[in-house]
């Protein structure tokens, strides 16, 4: 998947859910209750045991009906790796120009993070479309994706880092492209419990939320 099919996707669903299974099997699980739920992206961090690998298989059994990703990608070696692996999009936690660099020569969208609006124009210099606000909820939330988008009222922000259902419509309303939300959807002590109806309840009630708050903010 190229870099603006990857843009318009992320668009769409306006969530891209953070997985850290402990295994392959956990991690299919997990995708399928959130595919059910009506998101169709994950992402797979680097600090989950043997990410790529996980990758591989993701990628093998989705095929292009699950927008695969790899997170905490942190250096060129670590984005080749998952490239070959077959993400299909790249997140950072903060700004790496060499990921940006070795993912654009591989046509493959990268998010490096950032957290200022120095580092907003770091990542914009460096090339990147979408660029991920983290830690957010840490530095006041909706708020600061607010107070960004007054100078930089084009770009792309991905609140990440504190984001629930419960805050998800003003991040929306302050003006976030997308959300990445972690834990608070993908419960995988429901998943171990065998209830994985718990994640796709909250899958289809965020994917309700964006919707709505879209609506309500056009």
């Known amino acids: 998947m190229g870099i603006e099919e990857a843009i318009r996707k992320i668009h769409e669903v306006g969530i891209i859910p953070v997985v850290r299974a ?17 998101i169709p992206i994950i992402e797979i961090t680097m600090t989950v045991p043997d990410a790529p690998a996980m990758i591989q298989e993701l990628v093998r059994h989705y095929g292009s009906s699950v927008l695969t990703g790899a997170g905490t990608v942190t250096s060129a070696k670590q984005a080749e790796i998952c490239l070959d692996a077959g993400a299909q999009f790249l997140v950072s936690p903060g700004l790496s120009v060499a990921v940006l660099k070795h993912s654009a020569k591989r046509g493959i969208l990268a998010i490096p993070g950032a957290l200022t609006p120095t580092e907003v124009m770091s990542a914009l210099e460096a090339g990147a479309k979408i660029i991920k606000i983290f830690p957010c909820g840490s530095v006041g939330g909706a708020k600061h994706i607010k107070a960004l988008r007054a100078p930089f009222p084009d770009i792309r922000l991905v609140p990440t880092g504190g984001v629930n259902l419960s805050n998800a419509a003003e991040y929306v309303a302050a003006g976030a492209f997308a959300l990445g939300v972690g834990a608070d959807l993908v419960d995988l002590v429901a998943l171990r419990k065998n209830e994985p109806s718990k994640i796709i309840d909250m899958a289809k009630t965020l994917v309700v939320t964006v919707r709505l708050a879209r609506a309500n903010k056009s």
């Not at 402990?22 to 009506?38: F, P, W």
């Open 22 to 38: 402990a295994s392959l099997d956990e991690a299919r699980r997990a995708v399928d209750a959130i595919c059910a739920g009506g």
